[in-house]
């Protein structure tokens, strides 16, 4: 009898401790389920004022925080996502998946994905209408440019650039397209308002990234070894600056001062001072510098080093680059995500 009992005390003993051990397990479970969730609150405050950076090889998006330069979160893509671009809002994200072929929507306050559209091969520039209706892509592998409406979730058209026409980078100006065509040398004008070519411009070699000023009067144009700027109305290439070969993306600040341009090939960056028609200075030894953003002030520009899975920070009055930002490898775009009026000094 004293035997069965002890062996009745020590399997209860046993079952109490395996009990126990779940319990503390699932405790565990969920507080580190609770902690992601926090994070992901944190993350998606609406107030807040990041960057998001995707990373081509690990199919994701990094989030960084601008005031603390930390990546608070991760995002999840479809294969190599490229680019990244907000309506206005700052709601909704866009994300162009060049291998899978598709444009994947994110919730930025919940950082999840809420639809995918599939839309012609090699997707990679995004520009959006001012209604937050129109998603404009490029598609590398063809002569289209994909018009998504992002409200039902679908291609609702697409655009004919002309046989033999290729797609790559686009900007929004004035009711005007501008599609920059890397194989022919080429900047395709398209009217909005009825989505035809209404002219082309002759450019460099390999143009890619394309900005215009505030009036929509000049567009700024990077292409190989070069940043070309033209007259929009008459098509006159205006100005020409030399820079390292395999330029890739630009900026300009808002008072037209002030250029900063990308060569991937050379790893290296140029500011062009805007006033003097001169380039000002060239860093190097940055891997891969691909796309590039300012913060809020314009006190800071962020590049991506797709050769080091890095995000460069250059400091705008000393012309030096003040810090790195660890994020996923390849990173290719970069686009700040901040509300108007919110972040100014960020």
Known sequence: MKSMFLLKITALFIFSVLLTGCAMQLSEENASQSADNQKVNEAGKLTN????????????ISIIDIPTS???????????????????????????????GTIQFIDTQTLEITNEVEVGPLPHGLAIAPNNEQLYVSTVADQFVDVVNTKEGKVEEKIDLGNGAKTNYLTLANNKLFVSDHENNKVYIVDTETNEVI?????????????????????????SGS????????????????????????????????????????????????????????????????HISFNRKQTKAYITLNGSGEVAVLNMEELAITEKVKVGDAP?????????????SC
């Open 199 to 223: 002219s082309a411009l002759e450019t460099g070699e390999t143009p890619r990234v394309m900005q215009t000023n505030k009036d929509g009067s000049k567009l700024y144009l990077a292409s």
């Open 227 to 290: 940043v070309e700027i033209y007259d929009v109305n008459n098509g006159d290439e205006i100005q020409t600056f030399q820079v390292p070969k395999g330029t890739t993306d630009l900026v300009i600040n808002e008072d037209e001062t002030q250029l900063v341009v990308t060569s991937m090939e050379e790893n290296a960056v140029s500011v062009i001072d805007l006033q003097t028609n001169k380039v000002i200075k060239t860093i190097e030894d940055l891997p891969g510098a691909k």
């Open 70 to 100: 930390e990546v608070v979160a991760e995002i999840k893509t479809s294969e190599k996502p490229t680019n990244v671009i907000f309506d206005s809002t700052m709601r909704n994200a866009y994300v162009a998946n060049q291998t899978s």
């Open 49 to 60: 004022v990041q960057f998001y950076v995707p990373s081509e090889e690990e199919n994701l």
């Open 332 to 344: 290719h775009g970069i686009e700040i995500k901040a509300l108007p009026g919110i972040g100014g």
